[in-house]
Structure formats: structure tokens, C-alpha cells
């Protein structure tokens, strides 16, 4: 049995604020094994985001967040991690790509200055070899003519480039585990489905776990090994993914399967 990249016991998230704190996160467990594809989806508020951030200890903007429980990432806990060493592990081990490209990069600064920064700041190379490494990051995502396009400002690149752009950030500093957040719903439809091929490529090619969440069972299929339903803010359902799609046994599952009508698990190979 191989050692899991990481595990999460028993996460709770509250939610603190005046009179009532609500918790949205209700006792999740999980692991994930070093290189592997785990998806998890659920319908909207269903607690996948603050579940993810968790494990980057980020509450969204304006809020603050009570976690209980442990998320364990190579044996420690994240959770009981000083300010400084989750710093160090933000980005540099652990990536996250969010589900709005534009809201997630500096308007005012190049696309090649900012994943300079990641290099600088998280792997420690000069402002020289930073550049010359983010020019082969944004070959690497499918960026063309990418000495050039690194002197360009996010509002010069389409939609799916802006997410090309953060995918290149994310996976900088070679993390052991990218996290994926709806990573595709802010794009149209083909433009989707050649991120997510982008996102399998690099996880191969770098040897990355990923953990993709998405609220469309569409998605998920061909993506992932295993897929964690959630429902309430707690795991409904695990399983390996044809068998799930094939017999789901919660109703809930069944209900979400149900919703997707581009999936039709009778028919052959498309
Ligand atoms: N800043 C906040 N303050 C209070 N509650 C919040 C805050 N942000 C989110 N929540 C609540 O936390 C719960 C989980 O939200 P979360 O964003 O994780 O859902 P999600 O599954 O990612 O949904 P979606 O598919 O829409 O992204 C929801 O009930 C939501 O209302
Ligand atoms: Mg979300």
C-alpha cells in the first residue's frame, strides 16, 4: 500500500461570524495517493471550494473560518502548521487553480513577471533563469510565441489562455498536488475540453496528484481514478469511477447522474 500524498481526517469548517457560526464542512475524510486523479462534485454549496481550500488553510476573502480535524500532507498536519511553513507550502508543494482566470491574475503585471515572481519567491531562481523557466512554462501550457506573449498583460489573452496562464503559475514550482476548482466552468464549451486534457497531460508529464472539482459529472468522467459525491457538506458516496457511473447507489448520485444529459453510459466509444 503506498504511503498517501495526502489525508484528511474528520475536516470540519465553521464558518465564524454573528450569532450563529455555521459549518459547511461536516466531518470529510479522504486520501489522495502521490500522482493520483481524484474528483469530487456536488451541487452548488455543497461545501467542495471550502473543502479544497482547506487544505490550503485559505478562507474566502472577508470571512474567517474555525477548521477542525486533520489534513495530514506527507505525515504533517496542516492544520497545526505555523504561518511561515504554510507559506512554504502553499504553491510550492500544493498549487490550486480557480474557476475565474481573470479574478485570479494581477491585472496591472505581465504574465511572464508573474510567474517569474512564483519562481523567485517559491524556488528561489534569479530574475534570468526565473524568466527563462516561465517562458518554457508557457511553451509547456501551450502558450505560442512565448518569449514574446510573456511581456503581455492578462487582458490580452482569451478566456482558456488567461487559464493556460494559471495552469503555467500553478505548476511552476512542480507541485505534489494540484488542486483544481472548476477549473473549466468560466469557459465555453471546446475550450473546456482542451484545458482538461491540458490538466491530464501535465499530471502525467509531471507526475502531479489532482484533485478536480466540478459540479458536472461530465467532467469527471475519463479524468479520475475516484470520485467523492458530496452532499451537505459531507461525502455521500466514494468509488471507482465507471462502477459509480454504472450503479450509483446513492440517490443523491443518482439524481446528479440523472442531470447530466450529454452522458449516456449505454452507448460505445465517442
Ligand atoms: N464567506 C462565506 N461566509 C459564510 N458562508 C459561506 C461563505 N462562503 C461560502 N459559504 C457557504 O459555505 C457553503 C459551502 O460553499 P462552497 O463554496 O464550498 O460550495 P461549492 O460546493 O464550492 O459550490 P459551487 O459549486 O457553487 O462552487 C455554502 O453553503 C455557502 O453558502
Ligand atoms: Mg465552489
Known amino acids: 500500500m503506498v504511503e498517501p500524498l495526502l489525508s484528511v481526517r474528520n475536516l470540519t469548517a465553521t464558518f465564524e461570524r454573528h450569532g450563529a457560526p455555521a459549518r459547511v464542512v461536516n466531518g470529510i ?24 481550500r482547506a487544505i490550503l488553510r485559505l478562507a474566502p476573502e472577508g470571512s474567517s473560518i474555525a477548521w477542525g480535524g486533520h489534513i495530514l500532507f506527507r505525515g504533517q498536519d ?7 511553513a504554510m507559506t512554504d507550502i502553499r504553491g510550492r508543494h500544493i498549487a490550486m487553480v480557480f474557476q475565474d482566470p481573470m479574478s485570479s491574475l494581477n491585472p496591472v503585471m505581465s504574465v511572464g513577471a508573474q510567474i517569474d515572481d512564483m519562481l523567485i519567491r ?3 531562481l534569479s530574475r534570468r533563469a526565473a524568466r527563462r523557466r516561465a517562458i518554457e512554462l508557457l511553451d509547456l501550457v501551450g502558450i505560442r510565441e512565448p518569449a514574446s506573449r510573456a511581456d503581455d498583460h492578462p487582458h490580452q489573452f482569451s478566456g482558456g489562455m488567461r ?22 466552468t468560466a469557459l465555453d464549451v471546446t475550450v473546456q475540453a482542451q484545458i482538461l486534457r491540458l490538466l491530464m497531460r501535465l499530471r502525467r ?18 479524468m479520475v481514478e475516484r470520485v467523492h459525491v458530496m452532499q ?36 460505445g466509444p465517442a
Open 29 to 52: 475524510s479522504f486520501d489522495i495517493a502521490p500522482g493520483e486523479a481524484v474528483g469530487f462534485v456536488g451541487e452548488s454549496g455543497c461545501g467542495k471550494s471550502v473543502t479544497a
Open 78 to 84: 496542516l492544520l497545526r502548521l505555523d504561518d511561515a
Open 122 to 124: 517559491h524556488a528561489g
Open 163 to 184: 487559464q493556460r496562464v494559471l495552469i503555467a503559475i500553478a505548476v511552476s514550482c512542480q507541485p505534489a498536488l494540484l488542486i483544481a476548482d472548476e477549473p473549466t
Open 205 to 222: 508529464e509531471l507526475g502531479m496528484a489532482l484533485m478536480l472539482i466540478t459540479h458536472d459529472f461530465g467532467v469527471i468522467a475519463g
Open 232 to 267: 451537505h457538506g459531507a461525502i455521500v458516496e466514494t468509488g471507482a469511477v465507471d462502477p459509480l457511473f454504472a450503479a450509483p447507489r446513492h440517490a443523491y448520485t443518482r439524481a446528479l447522474l440523472a442531470a447530466v444529459p450529454r452522458l449516456d453510459t449505454t452507448a
